[in-house]
């Protein structure tokens, strides 16, 4: 899965960039809306984010542009990743309408915490978008059952602590949160927020993570071209097919074990 | 005293729709709710966070002790109680009777140290070595500052660039006790920004660190317990004016942004129904310009750092800095409980322009000799352009926040063709 | 209670020589003599105003009314009583138990306030419409401010233009306030030559105006008044110690040059000989260094602005201006009553050099977070540096003079290396 | 009754500047000791005094200038003007004797009041100089008596409420005082402060003054050539001639009165 914040720095850029990603073993897209104020984000996204307000990018033609992409032919789950206020501004009944009506099979509002999060669940179902739910090593035994539970789609555990953004290196509490997981549900489990690495994607897939989410690392590459980001399509694809390869080969290790 | 807002104000006025909605976790919870306000919209990283300090604060804050050690910082420390100064050569110029709550002559110059110093007496008990924050005018980074420095915790502050140049001041007096200064350049480089990074950097440290909220603004629990810890100024405001007036104030006005010195102000009163309370925010230079802080006006409920609450935004949902000549009015967003108080009609939602309170602080330095900070003299600007409001014989009580020192260069720059 | 100082400070210590020497009026006046210190040494043109001002002194002083409005501004416009804080971390560095007298809460941020309130209501009930008055560090002119913008009196400070130069952030709050700073560049362009240029003008206008001596200097009956005004801090103090250690401190330590604050802290404590006295002077860079003012070590006694008292001079007689770091020390006199009370064994002189002050400053930033202002550093700089006058159980009292945001500059420039 | 800082700008200059005066009408020489804080003199005084302690004028090498002067075959009384601190420290009997040695016959020390005067009047006594006493426009009924009784030499009575400085006017205030003093006392009066122009000194000698003082109406005049002060000599023997000839008339005003 990777993670795309759309607009940035064009919107013709990010429908490529999405392109090349679904072509290059991606399963899943997360579209980002840009958001004025991108809290779990760290400076990598919080840039991209700048970069696509000031480009004039709008909640409304994310939306639209999830559904040309669909369109023209994208096959690949999107989830839609949205800071709460741009849904609650929508109003969280309409933007799930809106969402689904655009081709998108779930939605991540990276600032609702599962305690806060039944109004989206409520519309969501309504509309058969998942929300998706995060868990991180710190959320507690109590809590990880009951999230675990309402979970739908994917659980989304968040690696680190702290915010989005590559990491070289990767704790040993995130291997104990995908076992804790596991024991207690069948919901596949995506692992997101610092991965670029394939030793550290081999890592989690082998100890039972269903994929991973890469998204700052691949706005490092085109960032350091944004004058023609076109021209890191290539580094970037063979960065996804890397991640790709380092699953399967976690998976056989998996199996091995 | 419990951990909830609604204990905390122990007013039926605050605690709103909180009974229905708590039913249900996980379905919309009701926690630290003001109305529709509030709530706790935090990335999952900082739930833990914000329920350890939760827990900490019910377990710590009732207790005698806790009590004891924070009202005695706050007295010989801080300076409290402030004084309630009958304004006189003000009250002749605006034609009924006005009373100052000193607040200016806190340790610090300003409200905020009654914050910080509970906020790092209960970072002390949760065992955390380090608090970071974030500020604006850098009144609360130096407050956060004095605080660490007493108990002996790290403090880190996190400042927009743009904030850094125009209060240089404070900046010098934050290096000066120690603490680290962090520059923001995200965003626009102002108090929104350095939250959010502050926010950041505690989803990264929250084990060791306390982020030491400098306003009732935040996820939950912040706004309940900076209005606790700030609510002394109240409680200090009615013992003091029914010394001195043998009976409650009719009206109390009070600046603000985030909301922490009028909710402190504000929250003992809120059940007295024949005081009027008064919130004023930044006008700008008008209601048309970009500079413009009204969120009341402009503003629409929306989420930001946490919390549902009155906010400048575009139609999109994302959020508009504003820019008036305040550095610490310039949070877009009115804190929970100050926003369900303002759309429940309890408080009076009103704003200055930057006009007035330029005026306003000339008026203020000329008659008393005070020097207000910009961010109070809004409250000034408002008695000052609103005397059709009050009464002759009333009884007036603006909450004077903050002394203008670190406002001197702003203020002569703009009065200079005056002077 | 009467205006002579003997009736002021009620103690046979500073009588001093008085009785037997004011047998003859004409041939050798004792008015306001403390030991041989004091009198009235001014050209025939000032003498009536002098006479007006003690008569008013003796005649409004004592009364209920006068006290009774001079408390109540003191308490509700200045902030007071100001704490008696226990600086623990303080107390812990230096090996015995530290309390710090917070004279920086009061409103303009130090003890001048007292003062500057109490000339000014007798200003007003002397009929006079303007304030003429000097400063160094600005913080008397801009308590003097305060005063007149209350009372409704025109204000103006005479200031030399070197510490214009080096102080400039008091320079704009007076200014804010609508007081009148003029520019002094006779002599070296300081505190004493202010202080000259004030005299000269009051010569000239003394009808109309009051001149609101800064400190315990000038001549008769200034010290007295001066003095009399800020014994509220050594009153507070005694009632604050015994309240929190059941009996007197062991030690009272105070900066000054004039020795306003000092006085002001000491005089309730004179007839206490277990209260052991310290007053703290500007060593400057070393005492050999051309800017030191450790009048006690390097002067003598001699007549400087209308009184006998200790004087840096040179073999001439003609007066040598100091120039410490710290402008509010930089007065080459020291007031008649601490000049008799340091010649009389009962208060010790003692000094501190930059370097131990600059030191000071950081030790009480990190230590208390609180940033002193550099005259208040010297007091501090003397307990750090003279830990073995103290005994481990000793009860000291430092009186916190101010606070230091009108040093900020100075410090961190003098401290950049380290930060 | 001429009033000089004796060092301003040079020693040389003084001393020249002094026997031109004695030459032009002026019947005594007030010497002033330069001080560091001349807190009774205006700004041409105050930088007369500085002017001279630059040029490393001390009170020592002023009394020896004074013996000089003497020595010279200057006949005027010579009155030694200087701030009590000078005095003081040099010790109030010494001072007295060393100037009583120089051939001086009376000291003003402008900073000492009458209460203040006691032991410079025992000291001066016993070394035959008379201390000249000040009263004002503000000296009070009872003082004024005092004081009268106890003058020896003149009565010097200031002319304004302020410091010295040659001025334009002359209040009303100072006739009266002439007048109060003359019902009180026969030792001559001498008006002084604020004195320069010719209709002042016959108002005042017209009154009943036996003479008047000009001090910084003659500094002004040299300090407007401080590179060759002796350039205005002649100026200022004019100056003082004009001054001898208003006294002349205010004194046949009077008789005709
Ligand atoms: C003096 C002063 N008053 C008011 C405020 C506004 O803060 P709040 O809305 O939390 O009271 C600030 C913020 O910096 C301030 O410094
Ligand atoms: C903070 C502070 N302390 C002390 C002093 C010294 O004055 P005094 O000797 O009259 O106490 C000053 C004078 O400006 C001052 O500002």
Known sequence: MAHVYYGDPTEEFSAELIRTLAGSGVDIVEVGIPSSDPTADGPVFTAACERALKGGMTPRRCIEGIARLREG????PIVVTSYYNVIYSTGVGRFMAEVRK???????????PFEESGELIAAGRGEGIDVILQVTPTTDGARLGRIAGAARGFIYTINVEGVTGARDGMPESALELIKRLKALTETPIMVGFGISRREQVVGLVSAGADGVVTGSAIAEIYARRLDRPEETLGAISGFAKGIKAACAEGNAQRKVA | MGTGPGAETGTEAVRGEEGAARAEPGVGSAKGRFGIFGGRYVSETLVHALTDLEDAFGRHYPTEEFQRIFRGLLRDYGGRPTPLYHAENLSRI???KVYLKREDLLCGGSHKLNN????????????KRRLITETAAGQHGVSAA???NILGLETEVFMGVKDIARQEGNVKRMRLLGAKVKPVATGEGVLKDAVSETLREWAACSRTAH??????????P??????AFQSVIGEEIRAQILEKEGRLPDAIVACGSGGSNAIGAFRPFLD???VRLHFVEGGGESLDADNCAAAFVLGRPGVLHGALMQLLQDEHGQVKPSRTRAAGLNYPGRGPEISYLCHSGRVKAGYAFDSEVFEAVKVTCRSEGLIPALETAHALAYILGHREEFDKGDVVVVNYSGRGDKDVETILRHLEGEI
Not at chain 2, 116 to 127: C, E, F, P, T
Not at chain 2, 211 to 220: D, I
Not at chain 2, 222 to 227: A, E, K, L, S
């Open chain 1, 73 to 76: 032919g994208l096959e690949a």
């Open chain 1, 102 to 112: 655009a081709g998108a099979q779930a939605v991540i509002s990276p600032d609702v």
């Open chain 2, 94 to 96: 605006v034609g009924f």
């Open chain 2, 116 to 127: 910080s110093i509970g906020q790092a007496l209960l970072a002390k008990r949760m065992g």
């Open chain 2, 146 to 148: 004095m605080a660490g």
């Open chain 2, 211 to 220: 982020y030491l909220m400098g306003s009732t603004v935040g996820p939950h």
């Open chain 2, 222 to 227: 912040f706004p309940t317990i900076v209005g």
């Open chain 2, 272 to 274: 007295e129904r024949d």
